[in-house]
């Protein structure tokens, strides 16, 4: 018993043991810590996927799993005209939400 207690005394007066030893159970510890948080989190969230009844209900009008197929949304893009296309520029948020003109003078007198 003697012994070990000279032991733990020559190694407790090492820096490595007295800065170190504390750092990997802070570090070990802390993982197990967020690791059961973290599984709080996710059992408890309220989060799931969205069934076809619950999106009627909200007026969203989803399609069935066998009518959208990889081949058939590439047809559709092979249809579209990629070449000849304008560029719309959309509304900000602090301009007056009327419809583009074609008149090419500015209409506001701060330039």
Known sequence: MNSLQQ???YYSKRKS???GVPFLLLMVGGSFGLQQ???LRYTFSK????TRQEAEKYGINMKRTEEVTLEGE???IKQLDIDQWENVR???PWEET????TDP????SNH
């Open 7 to 9: 032991k733990f005394i």
């Open 98 to 101: 009327s419809p583009p003109t």
């Open 90 to 92: 959309g509304p900000r």
């Open 105 to 108: 003078k500015p209409t506001g």
């Open 47 to 50: 989060k799931g996927s969205l």
């Open 74 to 76: 590439y047809e559709k």
């Open 17 to 19: 043991f007295r800065y």
């Open 37 to 39: 948080f973290a599984q």
